[in-house]
Every structure is written in structure tokens, then in C-alpha cells.
């Protein structure tokens, strides 16, 4: 084996070499070349290796630069967010929508009232079970000039069989005169308020505290103006918003209903629900405000309405299940 370094071989006529490059026309040199006091190094190969000085203060050559294998970029990929659902599910045929609305009328009307216009006929997802669906209708009540929204069906089968009432009929509209002597206030869109709420809709909550997923719901119809396209509704429960429920606007109403069965509650759990009006580009509006006491309606809370509630099982705080403050 080889212990020290083998003694240096002259390199034959160097001294003619550098002669012959120093002397050459500087003017035929090209501009890429590197300058000839960094390029004129001496480099020695001893077992392997390979040693590299510059001529100039000793200081070392840097080499090629290493080749690197290409990395791809890191796709940091956004967490997918819950499709939206759209409560609207489709046209409602004339002959049902009539029904309906007959039905709505007959019921409401003291004595039974007379249909008029009927608009807003449209399939609606069922909140029980999205697979199925249910019809709403706008109608007028020609005896009086009131407007009622109907939602269901004019007849059900019960469990037990039974030829059952399958619908709900809210005050939504109309004469508002009319509308004060059965204690209702019919308050109009405004500049701030594009989509006012109505007395009409509600919420259910199935809250158990056991292990398996709650069942919560809620809607209502609103009046709004030209300037709105939808409206859309999602819950945040613990933290974890749901999917968007989007109600189209038609005739100047919105039947917008929203739920959750996500998560199993605990006592004390928060639960949002947020609520937006879009106009036609897909802006956001003024949310939808309160409805005050004595008629008129609260200032708009922003674009983005927030109900804020509380899972509970107390008897002194109602609804049960969930208990919103401001609802």
C-alpha cells in the first residue's frame, strides 16, 4: 500500500504553455471566457482525490455545481368543503299546486276563503329524509288579501292509517290590515332589508344525549325584493360547519330550510346557524334582521346573520334541545 503522496511530475514545457497564453491578443479573447488567473490552476490526483488551488491567495476553486434531482413542489391540498344542498328540488305540476293551495285556503279562511293567484309552486327537499320531497305554494286568499305559504301535502296516511291534514300554512303576506286584527305584522323589504323575515316556519330539534347523531331543522319563508337571487343557511355544530342549504327566489319569496345530523350533542355543545342573502352576481347582501314587537325590523346584522344556541335538556329554558338566546 501507498503511504505518502508520489513526488511531483513537471509538467514538460509549462513554462513555454503560460508564455504562449500570456502573450496572446486580449482583444481575440470572448467575453464568456473565464479569466485566465482563476482558470490556471494545477490540480493533483492522489488516491483518489482530487486537490484544487487557484494561484491567487490560495483560495479554492468552486467546482461544478451538484447536480440535484428536481423535487416536486408539495400540493398542500385545501380540505374539501360540504357541497351545497339545493332546497329547491324542481317545478310543482299546476293540478298539485292547486290542490295545495286549496287546501291552505280552506283551512285558513274563516269562513273558508277563495284561492287566487298561486305562485312559488315548487318541490322542496324533505328535511327527514332528502331523498324524498315536498310541495310549497304561495296563495293568495281573495276573500281577505291575504297571502299564505303552504308547505306539504293537502293529505297524508298517519301511522295508524289515518287520513291525515299533511300540511303547515303560514301568514306570509298581504293586506296589512288585514293581517293586524289576527295580531301579525307584515313588514316590507327596504334599502337595508332585501330579504324581511315573516311569522311563518320553525325549527325542530331531536336532541337525546345518547351516542347516536342529533336531528336538527329549521325554516321560514322570507319576503324579499328584486334585488335577491337566493338565500342560503348552514349549522355550525362544535365548530364544524355543514354544507350550505340554498333557497331560490320566486315571486318575491324564499322558502329556505336547513339541517344537521352530524354530531352526537352534549349538554352545553354550541350550535350557529348562519344565514346570507346573495343578489343576482353572487354578492352578499344585507342579512335577513328581527322582527320587532310592535312592527318594523331591527337593523340588518351584516351580511352574514349568526343564531347562536346551546344544547340543553332544562325544562325552565324552551325550545328543548336547543336553546337560542336570540331567536
Known amino acids: 500500500m501507498i503511504k505518502q503522496l508520489p513526488a511531483e511530475r513537471p509538467l514538460p514545457r509549462k513554462q513555454d504553455i503560460l508564455d504562449h497564453v500570456l502573450a496572446d491578443d486580449t482583444r481575440q479573447r470572448r467575453p464568456w471566457l473565464v479569466p485566465i488567473a482563476a482558470a490556471a490552476s494545477v490540480a493533483v490526483v ?90 310549497t305554494v304561495v296563495v293568495l286568499d281573495k276573500s281577505n288579501g291575504l297571502i299564505y305559504g303552504c308547505v306539504g301535502f293537502p293529505t297524508t296516511k298517519s301511522a295508524s292509517g289515518e287520513t291525515v291534514q299533511g300540511f303547515e300554512v303560514g301568514l306570509i303576506g298581504g293586506d296589512p290590515v288585514e293581517a293586524r286584527k289576527g295580531k301579525t305584522v307584515i313588514n316590507p323589504t327596504d334599502a337595508t332589508h332585501p330579504a324581511a323575515p315573516t311569522d311563518s316556519g320553525g325549527s325542530r330539534y331531536y336532541v337525546k344525549f345518547d351516542n347516536q347523531p342529533d336531528k336538527l331543522m ?83 346584522p351584516g351580511t352574514t346573520r349568526v343564531d347562536i344556541g346551546h344544547a340543553t335538556d332544562d325544562p325552565k329554558l324552551a325550545p328543548l334541545g336547543i ?5
Request: hydrophobic residues 35%; glycine residues 10%; charged residues 25%.
Open 323 to 327: 336553546h337560542f338566546k336570540n331567536r
Open 46 to 135: 492522489a488516491g483518489g482525490l482530487v486537490f484544487a488551488s487557484s494561484g491567487q491567495d490560495d483560495q479554492p476553486v468552486p467546482g461544478p455545481a451538484a447536480q440535484t434531482t428536481p423535487t416536486k413542489p408539495s400540493l398542500v391540498r385545501p380540505k374539501p368543503q360540504p357541497s351545497d344542498v339545493q332546497v329547491n328540488a324542481g317545478p310543482l305540476g299546476a293540478a298539485e299546486a292547486n290542490a295545495l293551495a286549496e287546501a291552505c285556503v280552506r283551512q285558513e279562511g274563516h269562513p273558508p276563503g277563495e284561492v287566487g293567484q298561486v305562485s312559488h309552486a315548487f318541490k322542496v327537499r324533505n328535511w327527514a329524509d332528502p331523498r324524498k320531497t315536498e310541495n
Open 218 to 300: 329549521t325554516e321560514a319563508w322570507y319576503r324579499v325584493d328584486e334585488r335577491v337571487a337566493k338565500m342560503r343557511q348552514r349549522f355550525v355544530v362544535r365548530g364544524k360547519a355543514g354544507p350550505w342549504f340554498v333557497g331560490d327566489a320566486a315571486d318575491g319569496y324564499v322558502f329556505l330550510r336547513s339541517w344537521d345530523e352530524s354530531t352526537a350533542l352534549r349538554r352545553g355543545d354550541e350550535v350557529r346557524i348562519e344565514t346570507q342573502v346573495l343578489a343576482h352576481d353572487g354578492k352578499l347582501l344585507d342579512a335577513p334582521a328581527d322582527q320587532k314587537g310592535g312592527g318594523g325590523l331591527t337593523p340588518s
